[in-house]
């Protein structure tokens, strides 16, 4: 047992010590647009405005103090009857995580802009970018290192040699992306997008900020995802996702599907299962009504982490608010409905 407790208080520390350190991600990355890629600011096809909210808890099972990201964001489509065939997007987005004993507590807020233009009748290309803050604090005092190992516990008041020139940082950031929509008939949709985080190359560091280290290392996402309406109550939605930064990758495959439960779609049932390759199946279940969407996952370890967590990975809860501006409520929608 204190094996394993040294261990996790180790596996706390990583985010602390290592820059090249994973960003914040969710399961439902298809429910955090703003997040997954610029371009998706306004780029809403059954719908002019959303808003939308998002949980993610992890490693409860294990870690005294899980860790908990928190994230909410709204965007909207203007200057629709003003540009030829296209729209502006304009949006913003607040995400907040704690992670671990350590007290590492990180806060950004992004505003983001994207540009759509129709081609012709049946495609959609988008391109946007986001600016934004980014905050940083740690408190020293709740962390403890290996040199403060006695051999049975670890004791705070022995002396450390590690040193923080900073426990609170602050920086600039900025991400850049492309999005592609093509709709050929009302049943069908697909759409494949690719972005990349950190274009500005920050530096982020509670040590010297000046070392070469300290720069976060961009990271690149590419998705694709379709909507297929197979029959009148029944839509299928398949995703797959693949993100990189630094020597961390990430993959993630599968699908869900909306059921009908109304004439109109006012009502509907959501299921899915995802995998995220070499690390959890995630299953996925929600309910829509009248535009309000509400979606839980939780993730199932399947990698060599099961047998300290018992396959208790995260759990996720999401919810997301779709409208029409008043004058637009006839508007075509670009996916398939019910």
Not at 71 to 95: E, K, M, P, T, Y
Request: glycine share 6%.
């Amino acid at each position: 047992m204190k094996r394993l407790k040294i261990i996790w208080i180790l596996l706390g520390l990583i985010p602390v010590l290592k820059p090249s350190a994973q960003d914040l991600h969710f399961s439902q990355f298809f429910n955090t647009p703003l997040t997954t890629n610029p371009a998706n600011t306004g780029f809403i096809p059954d719908a002019d405005y959303r808003i939308g909210a998002h949980y993610r808890n992890q490693w409860s099972s294990v870690m005294s103090v899980p860790y908990k990201t928190m994230s909410a964001f709204a965007d909207a489509q203007i200057f629709r009857d003003r540009l030829d065939n296209g729209w502006l997007g304009v949006g913003a987005v607040v995400l907040n995580d704690k992670a671990g004993s350590g007290a590492l507590q990180s806060t950004k807020i992004y505003g983001s802009i994207a540009y759509h233009q129709m081609l012709g009748l049946s495609s959609l290309l988008s391109a946007g970018f986001n600016v934004g803050w980014a905050n940083k604090r740690i408190d020293p005092a709740a962390l403890k290192f290996p040199d403060q190992f006695d051999g049975h516990f670890f004791d705070n008041e022995l002396p450390t040699s590690v040193v923080f020139t900073s426990n609170n940082i602050s920086y600039f950031d900025m991400q850049v992306g492309l999005n592609y929509a093509y709709f050929p008939k009302e049943n069908i949709y697909i759409n494949a997008g690719y972005s990349i985080h950190h274009v500005n190359r920050p530096k982020e560091s509670f040590f010297d900020s000046k070392s070469t280290d300290a720069i976060i290392p961009m990271r690149h996402i590419g998705f694709m995802n379709a909507l297929l309406k197979l029959n009148p109550n029944l839509i299928v939605n398949p995703n797959i996702y693949f993100t990189t930064q630094a020597k961390a990758m990430e993959f993630m495959a599968g699908m869900n599907a909306n059921f009908n439960l109304a004439n109109a779609g006012e009502k509907q049932l959501i299921a899915g299962l995802y995998y995220r390759y070499n690390d959890a199946f995630i299953p996925m279940l929600g309910f829509e009504i009248k535009n309000i969407r509400f979606t839980f996952s939780y993730d199932v370890t399947s990698s060599g982490m099961s047998k300290y967590n018992n396959y208790r990975g995260a759990t996720e809860y999401n919810i997301i608010k779709n409208g029409f501006y008043p004058e637009n409520t006839d508007r075509q929608v670009l996916c398939p409905k019910f």
